[in-house]
Every structure is written in C-alpha cells, then in structure tokens.
C-alpha cells in the first residue's frame, strides 16, 4: 500500500498504469515531473517531491482556488451531521442550494435539477425538452463539448469522442456558427427540434466566443418554432466569463443556464440544470421520471451556498485577473509572432493557439519542468487554455505568465 498522504509516485505510476490506462500514466508522470499532487491550498498545490505548482488549470473547477474555508467548513460540517439523504424524507440542504442557484440567477428561471457532473445536467436538459415537446431533434453548435455519456455525446462535436460511435449517436444536428440563418436553416427542413443548445465561449473548442448577434436571431428563430433554448455554461458560467451566466447577460431568451465544475467551490462535484416551468413540466408532473442516486447529495450541495457567496465576494478580483491576463498574454503573443498565432478569451478562461501540436509538447515540457498547471484542449491540440483562479493574486499572475514565456523560449530553442 502507497502512503496516500505523502503520495507514493512510483506506486501510484503502477496504479495508474495496470488499473486505468499506460496512456494517462505517462502523460500524469510527465506532467508532474515523475511526482504525484499531494496536497493543495489556494492557486498552489504541493507534489511528492516538495515542489509547488501552480495551478491555472484544474479543467475550470478551481475557480477559488482549491480548499476555499468557506466552502470546506460547509462541507465538513455537512459531513459531520449527515453526509448522504435518505431520499425519502426532505432534506433542507438541496432546497436552500436550489432556492440559492435559482436567486443567483436572477430568479427568471425557477426550477432546478442537481447532478453530479456537467454531462448529467446536459442529458437531463435535453431529455426534458424531448418529453415536453415530443420531439427528437437538437441542434447544437460545430465545435461544441457537452461531455461524453451518450446523450451529451451525441451534441459534442469532435470525431475523436465519437469514433465508431455515430449509429448511437442520433438526433443532433450540428451547425455552423458564423451563419445567422443556421438554426432558421433546419427548422425549414423538420419540425422535429425539441431544442438548440450552445456554449456561449467554447471552451473545450480553443476558448472560441459565439457571436452574441447570431445567437440572439439562433434563439428567437427555435422560440419561434416551439424548441427550447440551452445555454451549457458549464464551464464559462458563474464569473469565468465575468457574468453569472454570459447568456442571461446577454438577454438571450434561454429556457435552461447548465452549471458545474466550478459550482462545488472546487471542493465536491455537483452540477445544476435551472430551467423554465416550461421545460421542467415533465419532471414536475412525474419526479421518478428523471432521479438518480446521488442527485442533490447533502455533501455536494452543501457546498452551493458558499461557494457563490464567496466568487461573489471577488468579483473585483475577477476584473482585475482578467484585465492582467489579456495584457500579460497579449504582450507574449506580440513578442512571440513565431510561435503563437493568437490569443484569445476573456475574464478567467484563455486560450493561447501555437503554430503547431509539436510546439505545444515542447512548451508542456517547459511548463511541466517549472511548474505551472494549465489545461489541453483534448479537441484542439494546438491551443493551451489558462484556466486562473479568480482568487489569483497580482503576483502569481506575473509569476505565470514568466513561466509561460520561459516556456516557449526553451520550446523555441529546442525546435530551432
Ligand atoms: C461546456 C461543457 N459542457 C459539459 C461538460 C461536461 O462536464 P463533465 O465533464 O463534468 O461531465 C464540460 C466539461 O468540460 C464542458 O466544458
């Protein structure tokens, strides 16, 4: 047995390797340099050689930092009374976090559904428009991530996730983003759609913003047919993107905002579809239509009021975090022309394209060497996301972005 607290990396190595896949062995092994993570405070997290990286990554979980204390007291104390519900008596946890994520949200959309990680908000979300409305069809948008279980699948867009997977992949439609007569497109040809569904920033897709005009016309041509609309701020929701959802900012019509990764405060898994009257009426008629075990987990949920009590508590920071990363970004791109094509992105998700896959090995190597954490996009292997936490300090921004620069003068110099 390895010493879990101390982490034992030539067994977890082993592990990893025999029980889950050689693959991701070796890239973790890489990553942290032949060490595993141990522990975490904040933006930093300690490995089992005594060094700290810096984490800007975390796939936007962290987004106040890790062990926010707030949120772990919450926790905690939940674990310590009542971890898991009986799911037969009411339990007033979920309710006050429902009751919270609905005010957090304006109040517009009254109804909630908690799961435990983003794709289990997008299949509910879909499921309920297909029962509401009798339709099958979704129209999601190319390049698109909703997550990886079949009915999230079938939205996603990218071959890799779907290979051979397509005859159980049915009923989307994907188009394409710069048209603003896509959606208006398919609705002339079935009037089969039970929803459109779209990230407002794709993140997974190279942190790529939809145009807000085209998604305005894209909503009110499927209001106009009967589909409901689904805004999947998974990731770019809850002050990543500066708002608390970019789409009701936007004063675009949705029936349903998707929350998650950030929503446990970093600390639990726990994601939330609030939605409409509308959209919800098949769940409100028949609760056992869609359940499952672990939906609004005490200990999960829990975790809902503080965390965004606390990300509301910095949304000043955000700005600010924002504000130094596009000039820090934008100032390495500027001096880098060789290297990087572009930088793109807003508040606390950037995405920063390289000329190729093969140079952004190189500065992973560099990054994984000095110790700053930053997210692939599995979908687009030549962008790197920087994911910071909105409890980033001035400092480790400035210590970031030196790492990053180092990074691609040492990739550089191995590729000349
Ligand atoms: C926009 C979006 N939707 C859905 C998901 C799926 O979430 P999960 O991996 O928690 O199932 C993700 C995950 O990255 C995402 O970015």
Redesign the pocket.
């Known amino acids: 047995m390895s010493d879990i607290k101390s982490g034992d990396a030539k067994a977890t190595f082993k592990q990893v390797k025999k029980h889950f896949s050689p693959s991701l062995a070796m890239a973790g092994k890489f990553m942290g340099q032949g060490a595993v993570e141990t522990s975490a405070e904040g933006c930093r997290v300690t490995l089992s050689d005594g060094r700290q990286a810096l984490d800007f990554g975390s796939?936007a979980v962290a987004l106040l930092g890790h062990r926010n204390v707030a949120v772990v007291r919450a926790v905690r104390d939940q674990l310590d009374r009542m971890p898991t519900s009986t799911r037969s008596v009411l339990n007033p946890v979920p309710a006050l976090a429902a009751e919270t994520v609905v005010d957090y949200l304006g109040g517009a959309l009254p109804k909630v559904y908690f799961g435990s990680?983003?794709?289990d908000a997008?299949e509910v979300a879909v499921k309920l428009a297909r029962v509401a409305t009798g339709r099958s069809t979704v129209i999601a948008v190319e390049g698109a991530?909703?997550?990886k279980t079949l009915g999230?699948l079938a939205l996603t867009h990218h071959d890799r996730f779907r290979g051979g997977l397509d005859s159980v992949l049915p009923g989307a439609v994907h188009i394409d983003p710069a048209r603003p007569d896509a959606v208006a497109r398919v609705l002339a040809e079935t009037d089969d759609v039970a929803a459109l569904i779209f990230?407002p920033v794709q993140?997974?897709n190279g942190v790529t913003t939809l145009d807000p005009a085209i998604l305005a016309r894209w909503c009110a041509d499927a209001k106009a047919a009967g589909a409901f609309v689904i805004a999947?701020e998974?990731?770019v929701g809850l002050r990543r993107c500066g708002e608390r959802s970019v789409a009701l900012a936007a004063g675009l019509p949705v029936d349903a905002v998707l929350l998650?990764?950030a929503l446990g405060g970093g600390v639990v898994p726990v994601?939330a579809m609030v939605c409409s009257e509308e959209l919800y009426a098949p769940l409100a008629a028949d609760f056992v239509l869609h359940t499952a075990t672990f939906s609004g987990h005490p200990l999960a949920t829990a975790a809902i009021v503080p965390a965004l009590a606390t990300i509301e508590e910095h949304v000043a920071d955000g700005l600010r975090v924002g504000a130094e990363m596009a000039a820090g970004l934008e100032a390495i791109a500027a001096d880098h022309p060789e290297s990087v094509s572009a930088v793109r992105g807003r508040g606390l998700l950037w995405g920063v394209d390289f000329v190729s896959p093969e140079f952004v090995g190189e500065v992973q190597v560099g990054l994984a060497q000095r110790g700053l954490v930053v997210s692939t996009c599995l979908s687009r292997p030549e962008v790197l996301r920087l994911i910071p936490p909105i409890v980033a300090t001035s400092e480790d921004i400035e210590q970031a972005l030196f790492l990053l620069r180092g990074s691609i003068e040492q990739a550089r110099a191995a590729v000349a």
């Open positions: 796939y990680g983003g794709a997008v991530f909703h997550g999230a990230e993140g997974e999947d998974i990731q998650g990764k994601s």
